[in-house]
């Protein structure tokens, strides 16, 4: 098997695991690699999903150690926030870098 094939089929099972077969959580994950952090308010507003979906798709990735989600005391009153585990942050730059490395080939 080519390396090329070998990344291709590795970007497939990425693609295929519960936390990345959908575009949501795809697209949770990839704000959360650039914010590092971000208040379950942001990414209600990020993702314009509604609070119970946001709020399953985040249980998704907190199961899968991808995110921590954590409660933090403001003078506002209490917030929710989420942060991208080491854990994700790898398989996040694995999955930028198959897209990368896919969009190279093309040129």
């Known amino acids: 098997m080519s390396n090329d094939e070998r990344e291709l089929k590795e970007l497939m099972e990425l693609l295929n695991s519960k936390a990345f077969s959908n575009s949501a959580r795809l697209g949770i994950m990839i704000a959360l690699h650039y914010e590092k952090k971000m208040s379950f308010t942001e990414l209600l507003s990020f993702?314009?999903?509604?609070?119970?979906?946001?709020?399953?798709?985040?249980?998704?990735l907190e199961d899968e150690g991808l995110i921590k989600v954590y409660k933090v005391f403001t003078i506002s009153g209490i917030r929710t926030e989420i942060r991208i585990t080491d854990k994700g942050v790898e398989l996040i730059k694995k999955y930028l870098n198959y897209t990368r490395n896919l969009k190279e080939k093309e040129k």
């Open 47 to 60: 993702s314009s999903l509604p609070k119970s979906s946001l709020s399953f798709h985040l249980q998704i």
